[in-house]
């Protein structure tokens, strides 16, 4: 099918014939809304909903603090750890729900740098997301430079500075700006040639990608929960830690949870075997609960098909308004081969900002990159084609209109 020309019907066909079609019904997506912005916080899932209703009433409201054992919520960081192992190719007891991703990469990279003792260099990209850097030079200012540099570089002068001076390689697989997509498993065989530890943040690749940790052969990963896992505002982030790691790591944000016996309140710590130690203070139980139930709605499926659906979801908006004279104000920020970026298409334009509030306004919520990005994300579990179809015919208005110029537009809000 020409899907720059297809009509509403052949759409429809599309949606009819769509493998993942029924997972639409598993989420609770307001009937007047084009959700492209689950890539930033992905939407209520019905089970959810049902959970955090259950542990609020049912088990806190009843049970109270007998539900740590009776309804096992001391389990939910490796439970929920479990559930998302499975979408990121590691086998088990390799994976733990706990914390931010934030503080998990200060777990993780410190933990790194001590297994590495004659390196300090931590390597990034210049554009990675900015809190995987504020957290490296957070830790560069505690430690001293003497023991912690960090030094970031182009993209594309990523594979020649990999030296022996190198300790970790920090790395954020999808740029949240553009999608541009990182190849895991070259970049990790290269740097582990060189003795160089890696850590990937997969916070915009897990439940959209297809991820391979344990053959990758990746050291430590971190991702968030509230994107495209659709574990609600704030979800636990996870850390993975590849098991032949687990006795040299040593943390060092050690609470009574990382603890190998919590519970005997010893006064010297001893942390505990594998992912528990990277544990820190009580689990954030409401929270762990809602994303262990979101996690459900993968259960019977493969990440393969989902990642097929969101290409083709990208590649039919791409067609609907490549050729579009009206939108060729619109810049392509992403890479237009859909085996170089992630889940997600960028434009630049000089009022970026308007046409993201005038898009919102108009029930087609996207989100704005500074300093000039549209940013489009394309969630397959509860995207139709319809949907990506009439967004397109949204956006031609408002581009052809310039109904973005508006001054209700030009207001900055506090997130965007």
């Not at 609020?56 to 439970?79: C, M, R, Y």
């Not at 990469?105 to 995987?132: C, G, H, W």
């Not at 790591?249 to 942390?271: A, L, S, V």
């Amino acid at each position: 099918m020409n899907t720059s020309s297809a009509s509403p019907q052949e759409i429809k066909e599309l949606d009819q014939s769509d493998p993942l079609s029924a997972k639409r019904g598993e989420f609770l997506i307001p009937a007047d809304i084009i959700y492209l912005n689950g890539n930033s916080l992905g939407p209520l899932t019905k089970n959810s909903q049902q959970r955090a209703q259950e542990v609020v009433q049912e088990q806190w409201g009843k049970d109270l603090i007998a539900s740590w054992n009776t309804h096992a919520w001391i389990d939910l960081p490796f439970t929920a750890g479990e559930k998302i192992a499975k979408l990121i190719g590691a086998a088990q007891q390799q994976l733990v729900c706990c914390d931010s991703v934030s503080i998990n990469l200060l777990k993780v990279l410190a933990s790194a740098l001590q297994m590495q003792p004659s390196r300090n260099l931590i390597l990034s990209q210049e554009d990675n997301f900015p809190t995987d850097l504020y957290v490296a030079q957070g830790l560069e200012t505690l430690l001293g430079a003497a023991r912690c540099k960090v030094k970031t570089v182009a993209e594309p002068d990523l594979a020649q500075e990999l030296d022996e001076d190198v300790a970790v390689l920090l790395l954020t697989q999808v740029n949240f700006r553009n999608g541009d997509k990182h190849d895991i498993e070259r970049l990790t065989s290269m740097a582990k040639a060189r003795g160089i530890l890696v850590v990937w943040d997969l916070s915009h690749s897990v439940g959209v990608l297809p991820l391979q940790m344990d053959k990758w052969e990746v050291d430590f990963a971190v991702g968030c929960g509230y994107k495209y896992l659709n574990g609600g505002p704030g979800a636990p982030a996870f850390i993975y830690a590849n098991k032949k790691h687990h006795e040299a790591i040593k943390q060092p944000i050690q609470g009574w949870m990382g603890h190998r016996e919590p519970f005997t309140f010893d006064p010297d710590y001893k942390n505990a075997a594998g992912m528990a130690q990277f544990l820190t203070g009580t689990p954030p139980i409401l929270s762990l609960a809602v994303m262990d139930s979101a996690l459900d709605v993968f259960a019977d499926i493969t990440v393969t098909d989902i990642s097929r659906k969101a290409n083709a979801l990208a590649e039919l908006f791409l067609d609907l308004v490549k050729d579009d004279e009206d939108l060729h104000s619109l810049t392509l920020e992403s890479k237009a081969d859909s085996a170089f970026r992630g889940a997600q298409l960028a434009f630049s334009h000089p009022d970026a900002y308007g046409i993201c509030r005038a898009l919102n306004k108009a029930s087609v919520v996207v989100d704005f990159r500074s300093p000039n990005i549209v940013r489009f994300g394309f969630s397959p579990l509860f995207l139709r084609f319809e949907d990506i179809w009439r967004a397109t015919q949204i956006i031609k208005k408002i581009v052809k209109e310039k109904t973005y110029l508006a001054d209700e537009f030009s207001l900055r809000l506090k997130v965007t």
